[in-house]
């Protein structure tokens, strides 16, 4: 296993990082995989308060097999169910306490090595965390030595990372990045941003997958291709190896997550971690990757780089998130596509960023350097983002989460 230093802590984690959340359903497969990846030395594990039982699996695991000082636990506030709530900043904080309690429970620990603040789209997100008193809280569990590291995974425009990052002193963050989504969400101007200031985890590398087994035909003929002429890398290099070894190559990220599901993958990835090294690929390599974006992008719809000139909108609509989850529809799938749509989006939220807010005053066209018609584009992600069942979906959730608040205030 290769290790990188956490720039902030001095820790030496493991650059392959076990994403919990995918976990096999039966115990014993994932005490298997838990315990065969950290024989061979992975030493940092992600879970998440939201992750159903995930949490006590991951702690029975640990506790059973008495191995919890040898690893580095990461795991999440839920901030979804703190959104738009109206209660005092006492009341907050006796709720910080009570999610920080039970995974501390759930866990079997009484520390947690790497908190985040769980899914953070954008400032004003953060204000209002910081408005319920979560930065004294945080400094109370960081004194009390509950909470070793603090940090925030995101999804969001990467103009508001950039200020999340320079508004508060984190220890780390957790972004998603892979060689498809350089220009997307944090992208590597906000990768490099924060590397500046902290240590950053990475997660997603394969997309859910889908840049491995995912991928269009003619990419993966490509990858094979490259493997085989040796243009590019060594022989037999699946796609999930060439998009693990992207993140790798750059010296920024310390540990990249991977959700691994059986011992296949996780035999692949110790031994890809294993020959890992920042700074490995060469401009061959990389000649690949570009040849394969370039396939993958054929499938897209709309030419939007991501390069976020058009943003901010003044009604707050995330142009690039939605064009590029429109995009994945059509590269990956409808149920990916509509993943994304929902996480950059949040149409389904109050607060949500999508097409239905544009006001049509096309300040956004003036500046696009792609030339895109962005409000005709917008107007037809929204009728195949949102078709009639997923506004019902919508209204559905707005007043279930309605509900909740309202029994929350009484
Ligand atoms: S046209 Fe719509 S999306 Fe573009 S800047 Fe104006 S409100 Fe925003
Ligand atoms: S300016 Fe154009 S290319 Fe750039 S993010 Fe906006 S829509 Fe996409």
């Given amino acids: 296993m290769q290790y990188r230093i956490d720039r902030k802590s001095g820790n030496k984690l493991s650059v392959l990082g076990f994403g919990c959340m995918r976990f096999p359903k039966i115990f014993s497969k994932a005490e298997e995989l838990v315990m ?4 061979k030395g992975v030493n940092y594990f992600d879970t998440a308060w939201i992750y159903p039982g995930n949490e006590r699996v991951l702690g029975t695991i640990l506790d059973k097999n008495n191995v919890r000082d040898k690893v580095f636990i990461a795991t999440k506030l ?4 703190f959104k738009g709530t109206q209660v005092s900043a006492e009341e907050s904080r006796v709720d910080f306490d009570k999610y920080f309690n039970q995974s501390l429970e759930r866990l079997k620990t009484d520390y947690i090595d790497y908190y985040m603040m769980h899914m953070i789209t954008d400032m004003d997100q953060w204000n209002q965390l910081k408005a319920l008193g979560i930065e004294n809280w ?3 569990k960081k004194k009390s030595g509950q909470i070793k590291q603090i940090g925030f995974s995101f999804h969001g425009p990467g103009y508001e990372f950039l200020k999340i990052i320079d508004d508060y002193d984190w220890d780390f963050c957790l972004i998603q990045y892979n060689y498809s989504d350089e220009n997307f969400q944090a992208g590597v101007k906000g990768l490099r ?3 500046a200031k902290m240590t950053v985890i990475t997660m997603e ?3 859910g997958g889908k840049l491995a087994a995912g991928l269009p035909k003619e990419a993966v003929k490509i990858f094979k291709e490259a493997c085989h002429t040796q243009q590019g890398g060594p ?3 699946s796609p999930a190896g060439w ?4 993140v790798w190559d750059q010296e920024e990220v310390t540990t990249v997550l991977s959700g691994m599901g059986n011992m296949d993958q996780l035999e692949e990835n110790l031994r890809l971690a294993g020959a890992s090294e920042a700074g490995m690929l060469t401009d061959k390599h990389k000649d690949v990757y570009a040849s394969v974006l370039k396939s993958i992008n054929r499938s897209c719809k709309i030419n939007c780089t991501g390069c976020n000139y058009c943003l901010p909108c003044p009604f707050g609509v995330n142009i690039p998130g939605s064009f590029s989850a429109y995009n994945v529809i059509y590269s990956h799938g409808y149920v990916e596509g509509m993943k994304q749509y929902i996480t950059s989006t949040g149409f389904t939220s109050e607060t949500g960023s999508g097409p239905c807010l544009c006001n049509k005053c096309g300040k956004c066209e003036l500046l696009c350097p792609q030339k895109i018609p962005i409000l005709k584009e917008l107007s037809k992600v929204r009728r195949k983002m949102e078709p009639w069942w997923v506004r019902c979906i919508g209204i559905g959730m707005r007043f279930y989460m309605g509900k909740k608040r309202k029994k929350k205030d009484v």
């Fill in 36 to 39: 065969r990846s950290i024989e």
């Fill in 78 to 81: 839920p901030l979804v169910l």
């Fill in 138 to 140: 945080i400094d109370q």
């Fill in 193 to 195: 941003a924060a590397a």
């Fill in 205 to 207: 590398p394969l997309l």
């Fill in 235 to 237: 022989a037999d290099l």
């Fill in 243 to 246: 998009a693990l070894n992207w």
